[in-house]
């Protein structure tokens, strides 16, 4: 791509306003990005946009760039790259997304014995960290002991993630270290779920604060390299204590990060209560909700549900809360004005909340449960009849596209684990026709920060029934992940006059009108559908991420951005 720099450039009021006229502003860089396609409701047909500070100031044809295009701007030509609205990522977490990037890579180990080689290769020192492993994929799923994990790392801790975060392998020495006798969910094997899991992972995360910094910074730079303007961070006393939040927040006042959107999930039992638990925390949050364990996750049999797992008979998962905690949560947040919200997957951990939120609203009323914007995440089992009940509510629903990607498939995970009960698995076509708000995370580390590869999986649920087109899954990527943390300002994830300059840029193959009714055309370059167009997704590869910028601020530029 060609720039053109000027120096010296002074504010621009209006597209061809001689800079300098605004005397009570300080001087602000305008960047005008042309000659490239501009996703934009303001203009369908767009190909240049300019940028004046933090600030989108207009968006149009080429013709019209040529005619305000001036030597006080800095000019990119995008050579026919994407300029779209960046992402948010509605469900992370910073911390364990710098562990993954950084520790044992375990995706691909097939075996007890590779996962076993795996630790007795990890160089360094301290606790062996590693995250990944899902058995499920092994030929045998015999997962190691306790002590082959302490003789594989010659002494050290070991503490190893599973792919899904709600259990963990681990050594005798960490298990002696977080005191795992007696406590739910050991049971004297190195998996550990439930009680034993927190407390292990906690002790496994007792690491200096420059060496937690490092970790975030990774996970936000990388999140950065893939377009994403924004990260909801779901922070919880079970996951890390609230200086691993107030480090997370503290990212937004330098700017040069995507924006964190923190959370954190504790409990209240009373107004006062929630009140003290926000005051207590040193840094302000979006709500306490997020990573609020109602249950906990297919893969590791700790989501609670109806009927049995059908690989394991009599055994039906975890409900981590009761239905009365649940209500006093939502009432003590309803009278605060604050979102609420929990991590529920299973259909029975759903039917708990709902029964919470029924028993919530007859105490304050239908419409203060509305008005707090409550929220749940992965929401992974959901029939019609709850489905309508969220909707009454206005609960929106973070939703992981990348769960039924990796899972979703025939043989997979869900199938093992839930039988036929696996075809009805996130329902997101279901939620949409509903009115269910629903926004895309990735719950990183679970799956990658990787978003086109979020929208492609909504395009190729694994239900042809579910499936939503790439437009619907682009705006639940973008727009649908500020609204869903209530954002004042109605023009986040949009690019229109007006609207704060946070945006992607993409070097695309291909752009079309992507649906997902395979019965009808699934591509338009027809300029009478008057429908912005986003990549084409079914070419095997990702869109590369060119630059990303938040509110006027470069977080990520590729080397061929300015060649």
């Known amino acids: 791509m060609t720039v053109f720099n000027a120096r010296g450039a002074q504010r621009m009021n209006q597209p061809g306003v001689p800079a300098g006229q ?49 030597s006080s701007m800095d000019i990119i030509d995008l050579r026919g790259a994407l300029l779209a609205p960046g992402f948010v990522d509605s469900h992370a977490h910073l911390t364990e997304t710098g562990l993954a990037l950084s520790g044992l890579k375990l995706a691909a180990v097939r075996s007890a014995k590779e996962l076993l080689d795996a630790v007795a290769s990890a160089g360094g020192t ?9 058995e499920t994929a092994w030929e045998n799923p015999v997962l190691p002991t306790l002590e082959e994990l302490e003789r594989a790392s010659g002494g050290r801790h070991v503490y190893l993630s599973r792919i899904d975060v709600h259990s963990a392998l681990v050594s005798s020495s960490l298990a002696a270290a977080a005191g795992l006798n007696g406590l739910d969910g050991f049971s004297g094997v190195a998996r550990v779920v439930r009680a034993a899991h927190t407390a292990s992972r906690l002790t496994a995360r ?87 364990n ?43 004005g604050v979102q609420a919200g929990f991590h529920v997957i299973g259909d ?30 992965h929401v992974e089992m959901a029939d019609q009849s709850a489905i309508d009940r969220l909707a009454k509510y206005s609960v929106s629903v973070s939703v992981q596209p990348g769960f039924d990607a990796a899972w979703g498939a025939s043989g997979g995970l869900y199938e093992q684990r839930l039988g036929g009960r696996s075809q009805t ?42 499936r939503i087109s790439a437009r619907a899954a682009f705006l639940g990527h973008t727009r649908a992940g500020w609204r869903a943390t ?71 530029a590729h080397e061929s951005l300015r060649v």
């Open 22 to 70: 605004d005397h009570n502003t300080k001087y602000r860089k305008v960047t005008m990005y042309r000659n490239g396609s501009i996703y934009t409701a303001a203009d369908p047909f767009a190909t240049a946009m300019v940028v004046d500070g933090d600030t989108v100031a207009w968006v149009g044809s080429e013709q019209a760039a040529t005619s305000i295009a001036d």
């Open 294 to 336: 109602m249950d906990g996750s297919i893969g590791s049999r700790t989501a609670a549900l109806l009927d049995d797992y059908a690989d394991a008979p009599g055994h039906r998962g975890s409900l981590y809360l009761s239905v009365d905690d649940a209500t006093k949560h939502l009432i003590s947040t309803s009278l605060l």
């Open 126 to 134: 301290g606790t062996v960290l590693g995250h990944g492993w899902d």
């Open 348 to 377: 029975a951990g759903l039917g708990a909340v709902l029964d919470a939120l029924d028993a919530a609203a007859d105490e304050v009323g239908e419409q203060r449960i509305r008005a707090a914007g409550h929220r749940l995440e």
């Open 425 to 466: 698995m996130n329902p997101f076509a279901s939620f949409y026709a509903s009115g269910v708000p629903i926004a895309f995370g990735s719950d990183s580390p679970v799956t990658p920060l990787r978003p086109w590869s979020s929208v492609r999986a909504c395009l190729e649920h694994s239900n042809p029934e579910q």
């Open 206 to 292: 007792m690491f200096p604060e420059s060496e937690r910094r490092g970790y975030q910074e990774q996970a936000l730079q990388e999140a950065a390299s893939h377009g994403y303007v924004a990260m909801a961070e779901m922070s919880a006393p079970h996951i890390c204590g609230s200086e691993d939040l107030r480090m997370a927040a503290s990212w937004n006042r330098h700017g040069d990060k995507p924006e964190v959107l923190p959370y954190w999930g504790e409990l209240a039992t009373s107004e006062e209560h929630a009140q003290a638990i926000l005051d207590a925390l040193g840094t302000e949050v979006l709500g306490l909700a997020g990573d609020l």
């Open 486 to 556: 209530k954002h004042r300002n109605p023009l986040m994830g949009q690019l229109v006059p007006g609207a704060p300059a946070s945006f992607a840029v993409w070097e695309v193959d291909e752009l079309m009108v992507q649906v997902a009714d395979s019965r009808v055309q699934s591509w338009s370059t027809d300029p009478r559908a008057r429908t912005p167009l986003l990549p084409a997704l079914d070419t095997g590869s990702d869109p590369r991420c060119l630059q990303t910028v938040r509110e006027g601020h470069e977080l990520f």
